[in-house]
């Protein structure tokens, strides 16, 4: 087991990201001094010793950016201090050597990125519950002056709570506040970071302009969006296609996602900043289109979620990102940090400082800003003594663009093939046209369940997969969700985050919307048309054909016969006939006689030519004149010709 600081021992690693790698840790036994129960990490904050936490150890190119070790230290007090149930609590900052590592409240269970893809897509009901909680977790932070700027379901974990009656509820929680606008240093952004993620990136930070709280609120969009269609709104082949369509495409409203949700979805996703609702009304907003949708809506539930558009206000006084636009420098956390703190050696133990555990973090004196010692510290400014942040310019196009390029794989936006995307296995429904004064309908309930999303594995109630079981019990820090005082508590019901598991019912289908375009229509054979042989006798429709064509030939020939002299000009051909073969029948005779024979020959069988010499095989009268044999005739014959 690795230690960090002198505090921690790293176990196990338990998923990277593109800012550094998260690890299992625990809290050493020595660490809350002698017989100590406790490691005093945070002020106001207690991590029991032997307990465990969840380290996110920062990647070395970021802990080696003097820029970043000093946004960590001054972010430090603003990142321990915001706290919500929907928060992964930060309980401890660790600069140390060449180390930079942030103590957080270990979680268990899975990212909602990884939940999404094993489970496929929520219903909007749930969906809209969950991203609810997000909302409320992202007014507080705004509240507190802080903007996430790179939310996504990656950055969502999901607790599981057990309430009172020992049933189990999801219980989702943002994590990483702060690191994007740690890593967001002009040393790292203007060389190969990104600050945000290409698919869920909002218009303005793509083009480097001022960004504020309304980044996280276009994020919100793109997460719900996704979480009722499994896929993210904006596609490219590259992040620059990606950040391209966030500039200039419009979103295009799914066929499984109701009206009023579209409505906030799409006010999510205004490109322009200003045009978005505040954190606070998305929340709400939220929970009155949660209660609208469902199949259980009273019919006033399903008018107010129809009329959400009037809840989205838009916030009076967003929370400038500092240093990207006129307020650069005047971010929270960057004013009153006193906290002592300290930048200790690698290698504890040796001949260095001692390390105060009572700190959460410490700095050596100053010896030249962001610069390596001999011993290998990295030395820096006093807190407080650093000035007033310089203003970052903005972030030029190229190099974000750039930067996407290079993000890790995770965070890029891929094509879906339609075999794996949820949405096309499903069979599509045919919308169905609510009865007056309905909502969506009022389709059957299915199952006993409000949304009709069956439990998966029995008494599972939240459909994990075996091997993500929750386990045991839920962070100490944690009180299930149901028992923390909160104003707007939202009463997640236990079926509220099931996957999807079977069509949805009809009330969810979208009301046409003139200026939405219209769902792509399903893919389905030609309409069949009907057989000419129902029975399938093979040949019969050629049979009939011809049967027909002879009927219509023998009509005809009635007809002309009746109709026209054919009969007489039958007759008289017939009569013609007669001439002709007895002319000829006379001319033979005359042949004959000019050859002398007069009809002594044999005699052939053919009744026309009367008693005419036989014909031979070579069409030479079989019997000619005496004294000529039948070479010496075609002698003659040839000498005839010859001499012509
Ligand atoms: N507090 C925590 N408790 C338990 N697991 C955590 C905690 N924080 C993060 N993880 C897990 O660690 C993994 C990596 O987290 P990380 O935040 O680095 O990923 P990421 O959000 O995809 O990366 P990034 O935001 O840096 O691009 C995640 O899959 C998450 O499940």
């Known amino acids: 087991m690795r230690p960090v600081g002198s505090k921690y021992l790293l176990e196990e690693p338990l998923g990277r990201g593109a800012t550094g790698t998260v690890w299992r840790a625990r809290v050493r036994d020595d660490a809350g001094g002698a017989g100590g129960g406790a490691a005093e990490g945070v002020p106001g904050g ?262 959400v558009a009037a809840l989205l206000a838009p916030d009076e006084t967003p929370t400038l990102v500092p240093g990207t636009g006129a307020g650069a420098g005047a971010g929270a956390g960057s004013a009153g940090d006193s906290d002592p703190t300290q930048v200790l050696p690698s290698g504890q133990g040796g001949g260095g400082p001692r390390y105060d555990p009572a700190a959460a973090t410490s700095v050596l004196p100053a010896e030249g800003a962001g610069r390596p010692a001999a011993d290998g510290t990295r030395v820096m400014p006093p807190m407080g003594d650093e000035g007033p942040p310089q203003a970052q310019g903005p972030h030029p196009w190229e190099s974000q663009l750039n930067a996407a390029r290079n993000r890790n794989e995770q965070t890029e936006a891929h094509y879906l093939p339609p075999e794996m995307d949820p949405l096309f296995r499903r069979p599509r429904r045919q919308p169905a046209r609510p009865a007056q004064g309905q909502a969506y309908g009022q389709g059957a309930p299915q199952q006993g369940q409000g949304y009709g999303y069956p439990q998966q594995g029995g008494a599972q109630g939240y459909g994990y997969p075996q091997h993500q079981q929750p386990q045991q019990q839920p962070p100490q820090h944690q009180q299930p969700y149901s028992q923390q005082p909160q104003a707007r508590r939202p009463a997640p019901p236990p079926q509220s985050y099931e996957p999807r598991q079977q069509p949805q019912p009809q009330r969810y289908e979208p009301q046409p919307r003139p200026q939405a375009p219209a769902p792509e229509p399903p893919r389905g054979h030609e309409p069949r048309r009907r057989s000419a042989n129902p029975v399938k006798i093979p040949g019969l429709g050629c049979l009939k054909g011809c049967l027909t064509v002879i009927l219509v030939l023998v009509v005809l020939f009635v007809v ?44 052939t069988d053919n009744p026309g030519l009367g008693n005419t010499p036989g014909i031979d095989g070579q069409g030479l009268p079989s019997a000619l004149p005496s004294g000529l044999d039948p070479g010496g005739l075609k002698d003659l014959g040839k000498n005839l010709t010859g001499n012509h």
């Open 46 to 307: 207690v991590v029991a010793v032997g307990g465990t936490v969840a380290v996110k150890v920062l990647k070395e190119e970021l802990a080696g950016d003097p820029d970043v070790v000093m946004r960590f230290l001054r972010e430090r007090s603003v990142l321990l201090r915001l706290r919500h149930p929907h928060i992964v609590r930060v309980r401890d900052l660790v600069v140390e050597g060449d180390l930079l590592a942030l103590v957080m409240d270990l979680v268990d269970g899975p990212d909602l990125q990884r939940y999404l893809r094993e489970n496929g897509p929520f219903s909007p009901v749930a969906a809209s519950l969950l991203t609810a909680t997000i909302a409320d977790a992202l007014a507080a932070s705004h509240a507190d002056g802080v903007v996430h700027r790179d939310l996504k379901p990656a950055n969502v974990l999901l607790a599981t709570l057990t309430d009172a009656e020992g049933n189990e509820q999801m219980h989702p929680m943002l994590t990483d506040f702060g690191i994007a606008r740690l890593a967001d240093s002009p040393g790292v952004t203007r060389t190969h970071e990104f600050v945000g993620t290409p698919a869920y990136v909002a218009p303005e930070s793509a083009q480097g302009r001022p960004q504020t709280s309304a980044v996280d609120v276009y994020g919100a969009g793109i997460m719900l969006y996704e979480l009722v269609t499994g896929r993210t709104p904006f596609q490219g082949e590259n992040a620059i296609e990606v950040l391209q369509a966030h500039l200039n495409q419009q979103p295009r409203r799914p066929g499984n996602v109701p009206e009023p949700l579209w409505t906030v979805i799409e006010r999510c996703l205004r490109k322009e900043p200003a045009q978005r609702p505040s954190a606070d009304s998305l929340a709400r907003a939220l929970r009155v289109v949660a209660a609208g949708v469902g199949v259980h809506a009273s019919p006033a539930a399903a008018e107010a979620a129809l009329g």
């Open 560 to 603: 002309v016969w009746y109709t026209t002299p054919l009969p007489h000009w039958v007759d008289s051909t017939r009569n013609l006939w007669d001439a002709t073969s007895s002319w000829a029948h006379s001319a033979w005779d005359k042949i004959s006689s000019i050859t002398g024979d007069s009809g002594g020959g044999q005699g």
